[in-house]
């Protein structure tokens, strides 16, 4: 079946450390999106990438980073400098640019400090 | 103003009751519009698409009004399995980005 897949579901990270998180999808999807959301609130775009071997900051992209060297994998790792992590991470995919169709998600990974 | 706004609730209705919930937005580029459910803790699934003035499935419906820019969802003969989050979601006319609304709650009681 199609779909996306994020690991892990759940993360724990020591204060100071860099940890990622995966995102596979074998949609054949161009675009890929990173969201954050914190309790009670909505999303919030972290990174997009709309084609390999490209990408986008969002609206809170401090303190993340990613990569997309394969069409199926958007990683992203989350910094030491990202200073307030603890949050569930959604991971999407889409048709891309030119298309007006839905975004897919991943069953999220929820991370937290310890 | 927020890209996307909706009332985040919480809606507590009874079962059967209809319940619509709206959604503005406040760029006029937007060409398609989307309804996410999300339930507690889980990632969000698409409910329903609007390309054009509406679009119905079961007992979900939602219309889109461009001149005043928001889209409804109603639910007719709400069910307890109906609660959960309801997220409204827009995608621009070069089919880049999503921008999803804060969410509105939906308690559906006994």
């Known amino acids: 079946d199609g779909g996306i897949t994020q690991s892990p579901k759940y993360l724990f990270r020591k204060e100071g450390q860099n940890v990622t998180l995966s995102c596979e999808q074998n949609?054949?999807?161009?675009?890929m999106y990173w969201y954050r959301q914190d309790p009670g609130q909505g999303l919030r775009l972290i990174y997009y990438s709309q084609i390999v071997n490209d990408f986008q900051k969002g609206d809170i992209a401090e303190g993340y980073s990613v990569s997309r060297e394969k069409k199926e994998s958007f990683p992203l790792t989350v910094t030491s400098a990202q200073k307030n992590p603890t949050a569930f991470y959604l991971c999407a995919s889409s048709r891309g640019e030119g298309f007006i169709t839905e975004a897919f998600f991943g069953q999220g990974t929820r991370l937290t400090v310890v | 103003r927020k890209e996307v706004e909706q009332d985040p609730g919480p809606f507590n209705v009874p079962e059967g009751a209809t319940v619509a919930f709206n959604c503005t937005y406040s760029n006029s580029a937007s060409q398609s519009f989307f309804w996410y459910r999300q339930d507690c803790r889980k990632e969000p699934k698409l409910l329903m698409s609007?390309?054009?003035s509406g679009n119905e499935d079961g007992r979900f419906t939602a219309q889109l009004n461009r001149a005043s820019q928001y889209i409804s969802l109603l639910i007719r003969d709400s069910k307890l399995s109906d609660s959960a989050t309801y997220l409204c979601?827009?995608?621009?006319?070069?089919?880049?980005?999503?921008?999803f609304g804060p969410g509105t709650r939906l308690s559906v009681l006994p």
């Open positions: 609007v390309y054009s």
């Open positions: 949609l054949n999807h161009d675009a």
């Open positions: 979601a827009r995608r621009d006319n070069y089919g880049q980005n999503f921008v």
